[in-house]
């Protein structure tokens, strides 16, 4: 069945450092991918996504590239702020269903 | 509202007492979505409502679990006979029509469920 394997943490940084958060996933067909972000005390929103083989999703500093020869969907930025403290979760929707399917889950903590 | 509204936000009940868990979707989505998020895990697919019928409810872990959306637009979520094990995030989300594997899902921010 499909599936997807996120780094676990805590991640934590100082401010201003490099961050990636691996990604992999299992799936049949051609799946959609997700970055999820919950900043706390607040709902789930939707950081990037990428919708076919080699596309790149990006938004608020955040980059992720769709790899179907290693099935990965790792997020990146160059240069973390302490309020990009959150939890990140990536996901995964196939065209044959509508449900997402969900990674644990990466807290990352930026310390200033 | 603008979002996703979800009530209560906290819900604490005795085991095997019955509760409900209301949803309210941003106007015009008519896709619904159940979601139950455990500690330090992500969330979980319940099911899947389009319009008022049940698409997919492969997610419902028993028959203890029920959900409805009569008039296609607030679901309810109900649990009978709660035990321990359901205590969890219940996160719904929304989505516009056509929905697809691209489609954004707009989430609410949860009812906390505790079953003491």
């Known amino acids: 069945g499909n599936s997807v394997t996120q780094m676990e943490g805590p991640v934590t940084l100082s401010e201003e450092a490099f961050l990636t958060i691996n990604c992999t996933y299992t799936a049949t067909g051609y799946p959609s991918l997700f970055w999820y972000v919950q900043y706390p005390g607040e709902g789930l929103q939707l950081l990037l996504k990428a919708t076919k083989a080699d596309d790149k999703g990006s938004n608020k500093g955040f980059e992720a590239t769709y790899r179907k020869e290693t099935t990965s969907f790792h997020l990146e930025k160059g240069s973390v702020q302490v309020s990009d403290s959150a939890v990140y979760f990536c996901a995964l929707k196939s065209g044959a269903t509508n449900k997402l399917i969900f990674g644990t889950g990466t807290l990352l903590a930026v310390q200033p | 509202g603008a979002g996703v509204s979800q009530t209560p936000s906290n819900k604490v009940t005795e085991k095997g007492k019955y509760v409900e868990l209301r949803c309210d979707p941003i106007s015009g989505h008519t896709a619904l979505y159940w979601y139950r998020q455990s500690l330090g895990q992500g969330p979980e697919f319940l099911i899947y409502?389009?319009?008022?019928?049940?698409?997919?409810d492969s997610g419902l872990p028993n028959d203890r679990f029920f959900a409805v959306r009569p008039e296609g637009s607030v679901s309810t979520l109900k649990i009978q006979r709660t035990e321990r094990g359901d205590s969890a995030v219940y996160l719904c989300?929304?989505?516009?029509?056509?929905?697809?594997?691209?489609?954004?899902?707009?989430f609410g921010q949860g009812t906390r469920l505790t079953v003491v």
């Open positions: 409502f389009q319009g008022t019928g049940a698409a997919d």
């Open positions: 989300a929304s989505s516009p029509t056509p929905t697809g594997a691209n489609t954004e899902a707009f």
